[in-house]
């Protein structure tokens, strides 16, 4: 599964990736004027126009000994689409595993455990209340498609050129973080002196009686 979309974030194919990248671009920007439920009623209509006609083509063939009668879609159905117990662990897993960890890390961040990630944070809300003004949902996931397919193709024809400015911001982001835990620490108050230890009670010395 992962190889075949890889295999269409890589433009491997690109008839195929071509076709599943505009079916879902038009189909994400169908939703701005109609429900999701008319979008995936149409897309099933649209689907079965084509697939009924030419399996009927195909069984009028057979009648008329015109060809072996094979199915027009037999490979698509021949596609092991199941998942074993083992895998359908192995993805129940996962999910469990991401969502535990989004909860540790937003309890780390609204509770403050790092100062500097948690002002990270406050900068991240701070600049989608800005993003929530300009757009919506959708036009982030319409966008966010976009450029699920158009960066890896990106990425791998200017390859040495991205890592370059990958580094840069690395490093930018590295000092950036170093000024900012610098003036954190600047900042706190000097911890409190511990208290000299009392001296120790001289014993007295008992005089004798004569």
């Not at 998942?83 to 897993?93: N, P, S």
Request: include cysteine.
């Amino acid at each position: 599964m992962a190889s075949k979309v890889a295999d269409l974030l890589y433009w491997r194919d690109v008839p195929k990736t071509g076709l599943v990248f505009t079916g879902l671009v038009v189909g994400l920007a169908c939703l701005f004027q109609l429900s999701a439920i008319s979008v995936l009623s149409n897309l099933g209509l649209s689907i079965m126009a084509f697939t009924l006609p030419v399996r009927l083509l195909y069984k009028a063939m057979k009648v008329v000994h015109l060809s072996d009668g094979e199915h027009p879609f037999q490979s698509y159905l021949d596609e092991d689409s199941t998942l074993t117990d083992e895998d359908t662990i192995r993805v129940v897993e996962k999910i469990v595993l991401l969502i535990a960890t989004l909860i540790t890390e937003l309890k780390r961040l609204f509770f403050i455990d790092s100062i500097v990630d948690s002002v990270k944070f406050i900068l991240l809300l701070y600049l989608l209340t800005y993003v929530g003004v300009q757009t919506n949902g959708l036009t982030l996931v319409i966008s966010g498609v976009i450029c699920a397919f158009s960066l890896p193709l990106a990425y791998r024809l200017q390859r040495e050129r991205i890592d370059n400015i990958i580094k840069a911001v690395k490093l930018l982001v590295t000092r950036v973080t170093e000024i900012v835990e610098l003036v954190v620490l600047l900042a706190k108050p000097p911890p409190a002196p511990a208290p000299a230890p009392s001296p120790a009670p001289t014993p007295k010395l008992k005089l004798k009686a004569k």
